[in-house]
């Protein structure tokens, strides 16, 4: 799971009021390489819970990777931004698409539910007398 | 991508070796799934580059699909966790990258708009009745551009009435209909 997933996903357990944004503990993670889009990543910066993709980055022990206010699109959209290794739009990039939690555990905020990532994947399963009504 | 090439890389896939009827588990087959998602990129320019969820992945092969139509961002959901191995088997073998979550699709709770497109070929509700109904529902909370699904010929009518009236879809309309 990355965290462009992470910021859309809430808990349902019972209880809960919004369930967002889950809390990460990370156990192991890893990183895969992919090429940025620029384009999407304009597009998706304004659809971004910013505060929860920066407390995420700090679960995993990258304080440093974003900015605690997201770039802006001028930045993001400057010339050269693909190409620089380390600019905003680079680290925007790694830190949505290129970082993938392997083994943790999703905490609900709200009723403190966990739910654990196993290989990769968070089970969110709640046995029916847990669901939100 | 062509149709031929997509159609080949999906015939690869591995399916189910025991579908679970419970689940209504069935693999969607590699000719429809690949007409699905091109005419989808195609026509209505709603995969390359966009965020795809694939509501009740199975062996994950519409998010694969999606994923080679270059999806920016895939994630496959399925309540069974053997169909959500299979799935990422399938995508690792052609390096693809697939967010995987197990959920039981009425319980997902997805926050804002960054899906813009949900497919799906969802249990048609024969053994577990409504079950096709909590998917477009959920899909149509979920997808901020479209969500595309598969139906049998029978239910066809009835789910275009429902998402309109109970699901606050905007419009639903048929795209192909498969004769035998």
């Not at chain 1, 998706?44 to 997201?70: F, Q």
């Not at chain 1, 010339?79 to 905490?107: C, D, K, N, S, Y």
């Not at chain 2, 926050?111 to 509700?125: A, C, K, S, Y």
């Not at chain 2, 959920?138 to 066809?156: D, E, F, I, P, Q």
Request: charged share 25%.
């Amino acid at each position: 799971m990355r965290l462009l997933t992470h910021n859309m996903l809430a808990s349902n357990a019972r209880g809960a009021v919004t369930g967002y944004p889950l809390k990460l503990q990370v156990v192991k993670w890893s990183t895969k390489e992919v090429e940025p889009n620029a384009d999407f990543l304009r597009g998706i910066l304004p659809k971004l819970d910013w505060p929860a993709l920066v407390a995420a980055t700090h679960a995993l022990g990258l304080p440093e990777l974003l900015p605690e206010t997201p770039p802006t699109d001028a930045e993001l959209s400057a010339e050269g931004a693909a190409e620089e290794e380390g600019g905003p739009l680079r680290r925007l990039h790694r830190a949505l698409l290129e970082i993938h939690i392997e083994e943790g555990t999703l905490v609900c905020p709200d009723t403190e539910r966990c739910f654990p990532i196993s290989r990769g994947v968070p089970n969110m399963l709640l046995h029916e007398d847990e669901v939100r009504n | 991508m062509k149709l031929k090439q997509l159609e080949g890389l999906l015939g690869d896939l591995r399916q189910f070796s025991r579908p679970k009827v419970e689940l209504e588990q069935y693999a969607t087959g590699p000719h429809i799934a690949s007409r699905m998602l091109y005419t989808v990129e195609n026509s209505f320019e709603d995969i390359t580059g966009k965020v795809v969820a694939d509501f009740g992945c199975g062996c994950g092969t519409l998010a694969v699909a999606s994923s080679l139509m270059d999806a920016e961002h895939v994630v496959g959901i399925d309540i069974d966790l053997h169909a959500l191995e299979i799935a990422q088997e399938n995508a690792s073998d052609l390096e693809l990258d697939i967010d995987l979550i197990q959920c039981d699709i009425k319980n997902l709770n997805l926050r804002g708009l960054l899906v813009d497109t949900v497919v799906m070929n969802p249990p048609f509700g024969t053994n577990n009745k409504g079950a096709d109904m909590e998917f477009i529902s959920m899909g149509l909370k979920v997808a901020s551009r479209a969500v595309y699904s598969l139906h049998k010929t029978s239910t066809r009518e009835y789910i275009k009435k429902a998402a309109l009236r109970n699901c606050n879809a905007i419009s639903a309309e048929v795209l192909c209909e498969v004769t035998k």
